[in-house]
């Protein structure tokens, strides 16, 4: 059970495992309400409080609402799966759930249930570990052909959200939060990296 849903097994009727992810009960009006709260609060930090008004928290605010809108509309993450699983298809080495449109609404998402270990379950023993620096090796190849092949990324990529499948493939799940960077900012991220590499 994460905040705002929960997972829970399934199978259809045509045999495939599956996921269900189910938007918990009134959750939204909840989130609405706290948002609303959150604003307020914002807003009364930046009249009132000189330390906060240069890190624009009616700003940060605003852009946390409209993340947390957008976690709450399940088709528009089943849109980002599938917008993920295009660029990766010919990619053996990560894999993100096979999703069942048919089968998904705003507050139901529908999914291919993966066989593997969540990152945030593995214990790691201490000493080398070729398996896991391979996988981690893969995982930072995704990450990077995600900002700068596709400049559309997985926001929210903690140990939770990722898991180790068969062959040290990089299972992603949970696809509701992302970003998109444009060709400058892009540009700039590489330069940044090109001079750290550099020392410069």
Do not use: W
């Not at 926001?155 to 068969?166: Q, R, S, Y």
């Not at 949970?174 to 990296?193: K, P, S, T, Y």
């Amino acid at each position: 059970s994460a905040s705002i849903a929960q997972v829970h097994h399934a199978r259809l009727h045509s045999g495939e495992n599956v996921v269900v992810k189910v938007q918990k009960d009134g959750i939204e009006s909840r989130v609405e309400a706290d948002l609303s709260m959150l604003a307020d609060l914002a807003a009364l930090a930046e009249r009132h409080v000189d330390d906060l008004r240069p890190y624009h928290p009616v700003a940060v605010v605003r852009q946390f609402t409209k993340m947390m809108r957008a976690e709450l509309d399940f088709e528009r993450e089943l849109h980002n799966i599938q917008q993920f699983r295009q660029p990766f298809a010919a990619d053996g080495t990560v894999h993100f759930p096979i999703p069942y449109p048919e089968r998904c609404s705003r507050r139901v998402l529908t999914m291919e249930c993966l066989g593997g270990v969540l990152v945030s379950q593995i214990k790691i023993p201490p000493g080398p570990n070729p398996e896991m620096d391979e996988f981690a090796r893969r995982g930072a190849s995704m990450y990077m052909e995600m900002l700068f092949r596709d400049g559309f990324y997985h926001a929210d990529p903690h140990p939770g959200n990722l898991m180790l499948l068969p062959d040290g493939v990089v299972g992603v799940l949970d696809c509701g939060m992302v970003q998109r960077l444009d060709d400058d900012l892009r540009e700039a991220i590489e330069d940044l990296l090109l001079a750290a590499v550099h020392r410069d």
